[in-house]
């Protein structure tokens, strides 16, 4: 393993739907992939999904694996993007839902930005844990027992989470280094 390339043979899946913010998908793509990770984009139907940037629409990007057809045990860490149309439309999908509660079940790494957390509060994963996100979002997390941060970036056990695109930089060396770590602890043990 090259010490520039800490994530080759790692896969990564990232969940989208419709309306993610597609900053906060291609960048950590982009720095999943120079570090040497494989990624795979699930989305709760096939073909293309829209990204967007803020209100304005952006690229499609082709799906590959619907999130029903997509086994957790086939990836070593996954990536939520943000967008609030995305999110709000994927903490309503059940498939969605069992994904992520799987990787924090199988204690895998998770990077969750922006509105992303929203799935995270309706799989009923967020009490007593500790997370930031876009600021609008903070009562819901408070409410469903989470302790919200306003923080570039905050760490919790196998979760790495940030609030808007302005935090992409601190968020990517964070998210690599979080599959990092991981990866490191299985090869420990």
Known sequence: MEQN????????????????E????????????EAGAQTTLIAP???????????EKGEMFSVDITCDRARPEDFDALLLP???????????????????RSFDQAGKPMAVICHAPWLLVSAGLVRN???TSYYTIQDDIRNAGGNWQDAEVVRDGSWVTSRSPRDLPAFNRATVDLIAQQRQGRRAA
């Open 5 to 20: 390339q800490p994530l080759i043979g790692m896969r990564v899946a990232i969940l989208v739907s419709d309306g993610f």
């Open 22 to 33: 597609q900053i906060e998908m291609t960048s950590p793509r982009e720095a999943l992939h």
């Open 45 to 55: 139907k096939t073909g293309q999904v829209q990204g967007m940037n803020h209100d």
């Open 82 to 100: 943000g967008g609030a149309l995305n999110a709000d439309s994927l903490r309503m999908d059940e498939h969605a839902r069992s994904f992520v």
């Open 129 to 131: 844990r500790s997370l």
